[in-house]
C-alpha cells in the first residue's frame, strides 16, 4: 500500500519534470508562435501519461565530499612513510656496521640499491596515483646523494671527478623523473643538489673558472627546464643559489679573480633575466604581483654583489655598467609588453622598482658631484611635467620612480633649508627661490588634476617655507627678514583674492605666526632700540594689512574643485 505522502513526492517530481519540458521546448524554439507552442503542450502531457510510473521518490544527489583534507593527510602519510623507509636504511646500516658486516663499499652499494628499489617502486605505483608514487623516487634521489657524498668525502671510495659526475647524473634523473610525475619537487631537488655540489666536493670550487662554468651551465639548464615544465620557481630557486652560493665560496676562497667574478655575474644576470622574459613570452603568463615580489630580492642580491665588486676593483666604470643592467631590464620588459600586447603591470612595477634603484644610487649618488646634486634635482620635476604634458597629461609613471624623484627632491629641499654646506654649490642664492617656485607651480597643478588634490596643501605650505628660507639667505639684516616675510603673506592674501583660492589664502596664517614669533623670541632680544621700534612697527603694519585682507578672504565661498584627468 502507498502511503499518502510518497503519492505527493511522485506527484510534485512530474509537475516538476512536466515545467522543465515545457522551459526547454520554449527556449529551443523562439521563432514559434505561441498559438504553436501552446498546441504542442497537450502533446507532452498525454506523452507523460503514458509513461510507466515511478513509485519511488526521486533521490537528491548529495554533493561530493571534499577531498582537501584527504590531500592533506595523505601527502603528511606519504612523506611520513618516505622519511621512515629513509631512516630504516640508515638504522639498518648502523646495526650492520656495528655487527662488522657492512663493510664501505656495501654500505654504499646497499645505499644506491635502496634508493634504486625507491625509484623503481614509485615507477610501479604511477599508474594508480602519480602525485602520491613520486614521494617514493624523492625518497630515493636524497639516498643517491647521500651516497655519492659519503662514498668520495667519507670513505674516499671514488674519486671527485666519478662523485661530480654521480651527483649530474643524479640530477638528470630527477629532472626526467620531475617530467614523467608531472611534480616540480624533482627539479628543485636537483636545483638544491647540483648548487650545493661545491661545498662538499673541493675539485668543483677549487678554480673560479671552473666553478663559473659549473653554474653557468646548470643555470642554462634549469632556466630551459623551468621554461619547459612552466614552474618559475625552478628558475627562481637555481638564480638565488647560484649568486648567494658562488659569492659565499668566493668569500671562504679568498680569491681574487675578480674579473671571473664580475662575468659569472653578468652570466647569471643574463641567463635569468632571460628565463623571466622568455617564460612570460612562452607561457603567455605575464607576471602577477606575487611573483614580481619573489623577484625583486634576486635583483637587489644581484645589484649588491655586482655593484660592491665593481667599486673596489673598477670604481670609474661602476655607475655605467649598472646603468647598462638597468637599461637591459627595461628593454626586456618593453619587449614582453609589445609582444604579449596584455597588460604588465606587475612586470613593469618590478622593472621600474630595478631602475629607480639604479637611477638613485648609481646614478644620483655616485655619478652627480654633490655641489650639483640640488640643481639636479631641481631639474627632475620640470622633466616629469614635460613628459606628462608631451603625454596629455596621462603618462603612465610606475610609483617607484615617483618615489624616487620625491626622495631626491625631499633630500635637497631640505638641505637647501638648512644651508648645509651650500656654499659649493654654484649660485647657491637661487636655489631656494628656485625651490619655492616649482613647490607653488606644483600645487596650483594639484588643484586641477584628479588623485593629486591631497597633496595641494603639503606643497603649498612647504612652498611658504622655501620662499621664507630664501629671503633668510639673501638678507642678512634682522629688519629685512621680516619685511620680506610680511610682504610674502599679503602677496598671498592678494594672490589669493584675484584667483579666489581660500586655501592659499588661509595658508598666509603660517607666514604671520612665524613672522610674529621671529620678531618677539629673536629680533627684540640684543638688538638696539630703534631696531626694536621698527621690527615692532614693521609687524604691526603687516599683521594689520594681512587681517583687513583675511576678512576679505574668510567671506570668499568654498572653491569649486576643477579637475583635470591625469
Known sequence: MISSEDRLNQIESRIERIEAMIQSLVANTPSQNPEQTNEQVPKIAQNLHRREPNWSAPARKKPAPSNTSSVSVTSILGWAGATALVLSAVYLIRLAIDSGWLTPGRQIGLAALAGLAMMAGGLWLRQTDRHY????????????????????????????????GAVVATCLVALWLGRLFESELFALFAVVGSYSSPFFLPILSGSITDLVVYFSAWSV???????????????????????????????????????????FQGIQFLVFLAAAAIFSVRRSEPMDSNTALAHLPLLLIFYALQYELMRHHIPTLAPWIAMASA???????????????????????????????????????ESIPEPWQPWVAALMLPLLVIYLASQDWAGYVPWPLKWMIGIVFAINYLRVLADADLARVPAHDLLALLYAAQLYVGYFYARRVTGLNSLGKPLLYAAHIALMAAAVQIFDERLAVSAAWGIIGL??????????????????????????AKVLLFDLAGSTPLVRIACLFVLGVTLYAGGWLFRKIDAMPEEKKQTLKG
Not at 329 to 343: G, S
Not at 500 to 516: H, N, P, R, V, Y
Open 327 to 365: 637599461t637591459l631590464v627595461l628593454l626586456a620588459y618593453l619587449a614582453v609588453r609589445r609582444w604579449m600586447q596584455t597588460p604588465t603591470t606587475a612586470g613593469g612595477i618590478l622593472a621600474s622598482a630595478y631602475i629607480a634603484l639604479v637611477l638613485f644610487h648609481a646614478g644620483y649618488l
Open 491 to 516: 602677496a598671498c592674501l592678494s594672490i589669493a583674492l584675484r584667483v579666489q583660492d581660500k586655501k592659499l589664502g588661509k595658508s598666509s596664517l603660517l607666514i604671520f605666526a612665524i613672522s610674529a
Open 133 to 164: 608514487a613520486s614521494l617514493l623516487p624523492a625518497g630515493g634521489l636524497v639516498i643517491w646523494f647521500m651516497a655519492t657524498y659519503g662514498a668520495h668525502l667519507y670513505y674516499h671510495m671514488i674519486p671527485a671527478q666519478i662523485a661530480v
Open 221 to 263: 639548464l634549469f632556466s630551459v627546464y623551468a621554461i619547459w615544465i612552466g614552474k618559475r620557481r625552478v628558475y627562481l630557486l637555481a638564480a638565488y643559489l647560484a649568486l648567494l652560493g658562488f659569492a659565499v665560496i668566493r668569500e671562504q676562497a679568498g680569491s681574487a679573480e675578480w674579473m671571473a667574478a664580475l662575468v
